[in-house]
């Protein structure tokens, strides 16, 4: 089988797209934690625009968030006497998103990876809590609700997280490959 040659603006498009990815590779905790931090302050930045007068700018965040969550305010924390943008579970689980990711950045080398049983047992309480409720049988506390959504933020960085370093690892070690077969050199560590 003949390989194709991509020459010109093609080849140059492939190799933008390819240093883009080794990029990414190397730095997609970086960027996960950045967009779980964002994620995670934004409904809590909702209320403080709301209590200074930024009706617009708070208005979108809480807009934005009904996708994500249902804002019931009877489970919502509220900050200057304004609910916060998605409820106190949702508060802890992308809370937790993101604390779990700074902490994975520390001690990714030792995190182990998570068994799916594991996973599971770690998960079921939020499940419990939810449906129960959902379905009539008793009323959660948002102690109870924050705990459960810790527990499954923490469990899903666990899980995720080592299985993304694995993958994003083999993803630099063929593009490095890739680019070092066409004469380019792979980008350095810091870029």
């Given at each position: 089988?003949?390989?194709?040659?991509?020459?010109?603006?093609?080849?140059?498009?492939?190799?933008?797209?390819?240093?883009?990815?080794?990029?990414?590779?190397?730095?997609?905790?970086?960027?996960?934690?950045?967009?779980?931090?964002?994620?995670?302050?934004?409904?809590?930045?909702?209320?403080?625009?709301?209590?200074?007068g930024?009706?617009?700018?708070?208005?979108?965040?809480?807009?934005?968030?009904?996708?994500?969550?249902?804002?019931?305010?009877?489970?919502?924390?509220?900050?200057e006497?304004?609910q916060?943008?998605?409820?106190?579970?949702?508060?802890?689980?992308?809370?937790?998103?993101?604390?779990?990711?700074?902490?994975?950045?520390?001690?990714?080398?030792?995190?182990?990876?998570?068994?799916?049983?594991?996973?599971?047992?770690?998960?079921?309480?939020?499940?419990?809590?939810?449906?129960?409720?959902?379905?009539?049988?008793?009323?959660?506390?948002?102690?109870l609700?924050?705990?459960?959504?810790?527990?499954?933020g923490?469990?899903?960085?666990?899980?995720?997280?080592?299985?993304?370093?694995?993958?994003?690892?083999?993803?630099?070690?063929?593009?490095?490959?890739?680019?070092?077969?066409?004469?380019?050199v792979?980008?350095?560590?810091?870029?």
């Open positions: 089988m003949v390989e194709a040659q991509v020459t010109g603006p093609a080849r140059d498009l492939v190799v933008l797209f390819d240093r883009f990815l080794y990029w990414l590779s190397r730095h997609w905790l970086a960027v996960v934690n950045i967009g779980a931090g964002v994620f995670a302050a934004l409904p809590v930045l909702a209320p403080i625009l709301l209590a200074n930024f009706t617009g700018p708070a208005n979108a965040i809480y807009s934005a968030y009904q996708v994500v969550c249902h804002q019931m305010p009877s489970r919502s924390f509220f900050i006497g304004f916060m943008a998605y409820c106190q579970r949702n508060f802890a689980i992308y809370t937790t998103i993101f604390l779990g990711g700074l902490a994975y950045a520390l001690w990714r080398k030792k995190v182990p990876l998570l068994p799916l049983w594991v996973y599971v047992i770690l998960i079921l309480p939020m499940a419990i809590d939810g449906f129960t409720q959902l379905f009539g049988l008793r009323l959660s506390t948002p102690e609700r924050v705990f459960t959504g810790t527990l499954f923490g469990a899903s960085v666990w899980l995720a997280y080592p299985y993304l370093d694995i993958g994003f690892a083999d993803i630099r070690r063929d593009v490095e490959r890739q680019l070092t077969k066409v004469g380019v792979a980008p350095t560590a810091g870029g």
